[in-house]
């Protein structure tokens, strides 16, 4: 068993109303992220993400920077992160995002027409964020290359019936206060 399978079989699980959230150092920053667990993310998301002629890798903050930083180290690709407030800057573009439990605005600078973008993020959850972003750079004009999730929560989100497409590295699911993998090699 893989180091991101075992940290999910352990991850703690909380309830946020009628929702259960594993607590994971990917998704949450706690417990402590170990750099072999972010070393292995790294490696399946290079090997699995289609990144040839990409000119930015694209997150939402937060929890997607370290994942994206990482990769973008690895693989010499800048990186642009989504921010949850606006500064104003020439070609800075809104969006709304909804997701299983909030909603707010959130803010991309520096993506232009017809820049070729990875999408990364840490879950894959209602789908709600994800979608919003999509939708964003499509408006923007650019190039989605690819879309990769760390970990995908099974179950129903808002991009089946979209266009777009998903990769993840694991899809997982929370039953009676247990995560359970439902898939170890995540979506292709």
Do not use: C, W
């Amino acid at each position: 068993m893989d180091r991101l399978q075992q940290s999910l079989l352990d991850a703690p699980i909380i309830e946020k109303g009628d929702y259960e959230y594993f607590v994971h150092p990917i998704s949450d920053g706690v417990p402590m992220l170990r750099p072999e667990l972010l070393r292995e993310i790294v490696i399946r998301i290079i090997r699995k993400a289609e990144i040839e002629n990409v000119d930015k890798i694209v997150t939402p903050a937060a929890m997607g920077i370290h994942i994206s930083t990482a990769v973008s180290l690895m693989t010499d690709i800048p990186l642009v992160v989504i921010r949850k407030r606006s500064y104003g800057l020439d070609g800075e573009v809104s969006l709304s995002k909804q997701t299983g439990y909030s909603e707010s605005e959130m803010y991309i600078n520096d993506v232009e027409p017809g820049d070729r973008v990875l999408v990364l993020d840490d879950v894959l959850s209602t789908g709600g964020t994800m979608a919003a972003i999509l939708d964003a750079l499509t408006e923007i004009g650019t190039e989605i290359a690819d879309v990769v999730a760390v970990i995908k929560k099974a179950g129903p989100n808002e991009l089946d019936e979209t266009d777009y497409h998903v990769k993840t590295l694991i899809n997982v699911t929370v039953e009676d206060g247990e995560v359970e993998i439902i898939d170890a090699m995540g979506d292709d």
